[in-house]
């Protein structure tokens, strides 16, 4: 399952959790032991399928679950941005037009893989994915050693939330990691987004890539990336030492 965070245009951030999976699988459907499952909630511009298929053909993956609320913003997007679109065409790629909270809570326990979360700000109709019964349903909905990823704010602006997040995925995800990272976006208030990374009954240490990252995709379309590598990889989980401070107590790896 998957449920991402736009900044993943650049090539890194929301895709994070696959650049150190090792052997991810497809726990739903029998006999498809090494390929992987996804589903996909995406927001604004529906551009993160088209890098989830990228990065994602060297790893076996044999579905991805797109769930939109609105299908004009799919549309929208197929139209005016045909490049970060083009995800869509995988044939992998499943849409569903509905409620994305509903439909991960409607998901078969221990189904998914990764989910990555795409959501806005916690304020109006977006505070509910920042909220524990929708971490809950992602945990549930989670195979054990399964990974969430979820837009988790800014360090510059948003310290108090992001405290808040952290502890409370501590709470969700007993016997699990907790750890944050974050990226560069300059179109963004002070020019920064973050991730939490949540992985079920593992301390897994999601800092070093187990994965290279992968070249161009010839049939979607997709050229090199542009931003993403190891060492950029690596560099997104160190805090500065006032964020370190305030996320010890949360974090199982910093």
Same mark, same amino acid.
């Given at each position: /399952?998957?449920?991402?965070? !736009?900044?993943?245009r650049?090539?890194?951030? !929301? ?7 090792? #052997?991810?699988?497809?726990v ?5 032991? *090494?390929?992987?499952?996804? /589903?996909l909630?995406?927001?604004?511009? !529906? ?11 060297p790893?076996?993956?044999q ?5 939109e ?5 799919i ?6 941005? =045909? *490049?970060?679109s &083009?995800?869509f ?9 509905c ?7 409607d ?16 304020? %109006? ?6 909220q ?5 349903a992602?945990?549930?909905?989670l195979r054990?050693g399964g990974? &969430?990823? +979820? $837009?988790?704010?800014s ?5 108090? @939330? ?8 501590? $709470?969700?995800?007993? %016997?699990?990691?907790?750890t944050?990272?974050? +990226?560069? @976006?300059p +179109? ?6 973050? /991730?939490m990374?949540? #992985?079920?009954? $593992? ?5 070093? =890539?187990? $994965?290279?990252?992968? %070249?161009p ?5 997709i ?21 370190a ?6 974090l +199982?790896?910093?």
């Amino acid at each position: /399952m998957l449920l991402g965070h !736009s900044s993943s245009r650049s090539g890194s951030g !929301s895709n994070s959790p696959f650049w150190w999976w090792t #052997c991810p699988r497809m726990v739903r459907s029998p006999g498809a032991a *090494g390929e992987l499952e996804a /589903m996909l909630l995406e927001a604004f511009e !529906s551009s993160l399928s088209s890098h989830v298929s990228c990065c994602l053909l060297p790893h076996r993956m044999q579905e991805i679950h797109i769930a939109e609320i609105d299908a004009g913003v799919i549309e929208a997007s197929k139209r005016y941005f =045909p *490049g970060m679109s &083009i995800g869509f065409s995988d044939l992998r790629v499943t849409v569903n037009v509905c409620d994305g909270i509903k439909f991960v809570q409607d998901a078969a326990e221990g189904s998914y893989d990764v989910i990555i979360v795409d959501s806005s700000d916690p304020v %109006g109709p977006a505070e509910v994915l920042f909220q524990q019964p929708f971490f809950e349903a992602m945990h549930r909905a989670l195979r054990p050693g399964g990974v &969430i990823c +979820t $837009q988790a704010e800014s360090l510059w602006l948003h310290l108090d @939330i992001i405290s808040s997040l952290a502890d409370m995925c501590k $709470q969700v995800f007993v %016997g699990g990691s907790v750890t944050y990272a974050y +990226t560069t @976006i300059p +179109t963004y208030p002070s020019g920064q987004i973050g /991730m939490m990374l949540c #992985c079920k009954e $593992q301390q897994l240490d999601l800092r070093a =890539p187990r $994965q290279p990252a992968p %070249g161009p995709n010839k049939d979607l379309g997709i050229g090199p990336l542009r931003y993403y590598n190891s060492e950029v990889h690596k560099a997104a989980f160190v805090l500065p030492q006032y964020a370190a401070d305030a996320l010890k107590d949360s974090l +199982t790896h910093r």
